[in-house]
């Protein structure tokens, strides 16, 4: 209930922060193009600290929420919910869908055959069937993958040089920089918004991961962390 409560109250926020810019993207659109941007989702609206990475790249390109860009919001509860917000998202005419996650590509992807979808953050998009290749993707959908072929690789090496750590589990983990990866997708959507097709934008791939520890866990199981792997984390749960 607690963690319903929090999305719930993020939702209002990023929600709030929408509305308000109604207003002005109107008025912006008196004197130029406003684009608008269909998030979709499952399980709540994107953190913070994934969506602000991405409006401060997009307005680094000239995009600018309230002034020239709109993000329309849909945020779904349940996977099954994801089509009708897909289609409701075509329906109020976004310039492209940006799929969050990989349960809202292929609802994505089936709503439309014409409008751009960029996911971010999704798993296999070959293995799915969303793109043909990452070289040449085909279609109107493209992105930014989560996965990357040399992780195993690197969990192993970060585990080979702390043995110690290796059979502690839970309380640290080592994946892509989610961050990073919605940072990145801004320069998608401006290459689509200047008239680039998704079928000419190769897929790519994390290119940089973080090391998280969680402090709290590592208190209850009785583990003591060690300075070495605390000064490699990239952020520390406290």
Not at 116 to 132: K, N, R, S, W, Y
């Amino acid at each position: 209930m607690q963690l319903n409560q929090l999305r719930r109250r993020e939702f209002i926020t990023l929600l709030g922060g929408a509305a308000a810019a109604w207003p002005l993207a109107a008025r912006a659109q008196q004197g130029g193009r406003v684009y608008r941007i269909g998030l979709l989702r499952v399980g709540g609206p994107p953190p913070p600290s994934f969506i602000e990475p991405l409006r401060r790249a997009l307005s680094e390109f000239g995009h600018v929420e309230g002034r020239n860009l709109v993000f329309d919001f849909g945020i779904a509860e349940r996977v099954d919910q994801l089509a009708g917000l897909a289609a409701d998202l075509i329906r109020r005419k976004a310039d492209v869908i940006l799929a969050s996650g990989t349960p809202a590509v292929l609802p994505a992807r089936n709503a439309t055959n014409t409008v751009p979808v960029v996911f971010v953050a999704a798993l296999d998009p070959i293995e799915t069937g969303v793109v043909t290749s990452l070289a040449r993707p085909g279609g109107n959908v493209t992105g930014l993958t989560a996965i990357f072929a040399d992780l195993t690789g690197k969990r192993l090496e970060f585990l080979k040089e702390m043995r110690e750590f290796v059979d502690i589990g839970g309380f640290m983990a080592l994946g892509p920089s989610y961050p990073d990866l919605y940072r990145r997708s801004a320069a998608y959507l401006d290459k689509i918004f200047k008239g680039a097709k998704p079928a000419d934008l190769p897929v790519e791939q994390a290119s940089k991961f973080e090391i998280i520890v969680n402090l709290k866990t590592a208190k209850a199981l009785g583990l003591t962390i060690s300075p070495l792997l605390l000064a490699r984390a990239d952020e520390v749960i406290e």
